[in-house]
T-cell receptor
């Protein structure tokens, strides 16, 4: 079955370290997204991509970057991790702009 | 400023009764609305949606109502079951080039046996 997977599921890192969260989908979806979930804020969009080599900033993009070298993967990089980036991160994908999005299981990141 | 708001962070309902989850939005450009359900340690899963040209959409025990003039939508679950206990997110999609989803803060539903 096609799916979307995130790794790692849990990560603890130190302030100032560079961290990369992986997202891989096997649906051949063009659109991919990264969200963070924080109490009281719901899901907030970090970055998104509509296809290979396309990346766009979302609502809370500061301190994050993404790259899209192929259709299947959209890794999220925290250039210099900060405690404010402790959160649960969700990757999502959708076939096209007018279709529903499917989410991965999430990565819980703790920055100490 | 949050464009999609779920003003009730939690809701407790008895099994068999109706659960009503509410969502308000401010952006009149939103033309499609979705509800996602999330269990602990899992990603959100799509539940039901409604286009802005409709005022009601039903799927089994789940019905979504849209009141465009009030910029309000609600999700009704009848009858509620313990397995419905989860966090429910309302999301809205804009009628723009990006068609991005904007999410509310979520409502935690607890259905008591």
């Amino acid at each position: 079955d096609a799916e979307i997977t995130q790794s790692p599921r849990h990560k603890i890192t130190e302030t100032g370290r560079q961290v990369t969260l992986a997202c891989h989908q096997t649906w051949n979806h063009n659109n991919m997204f990264w969200y963070r979930q924080d109490l009281g804020h719901g899901l907030r969009l970090i970055h998104y991509s509509y296809g290979v080599h396309d990346t766009n900033k979302g609502e809370v993009s500061d301190g994050y970057s993404v790259s899209r070298s192929n259709t299947e993967d959209l890794p999220l990089t925290l250039e210099s991790a900060a405690s404010s980036q402790t959160s649960v991160y969700f990757c999502a994908s959708r076939l096209a702009k007018n279709t529903e999005a499917f989410f991965g299981q999430g990565t819980r990141l703790t920055v100490v | 400023d949050q464009q999609v708001k779920q003003n009730s962070p939690s809701l407790s309902v008895q099994e068999g009764r109706i659960s009503i989850l509410n969502c308000d939005y401010t952006n009149s450009m939103f033309d499609y609305f979705l509800w996602y359900k999330k269990y602990p340690a899992e990603g959100p899963t799509f539940l039901i949606s409604i286009s802005s040209i409709k005022d009601k959409n039903e799927d089994g025990r789940f019905t979504v109502f849209l009141n465009k003039s009030a910029k309000h939508l609600s999700l009704h679950i009848v009858p509620s079951q313990p397995g419905d206990s989860a966090v429910y997110f309302c999301a809205a999609r804009g009628n723009n080039a990006g068609n991005m989803l904007t999410f509310g803060g979520g409502t935690r539903l607890m259905v008591k046996p």
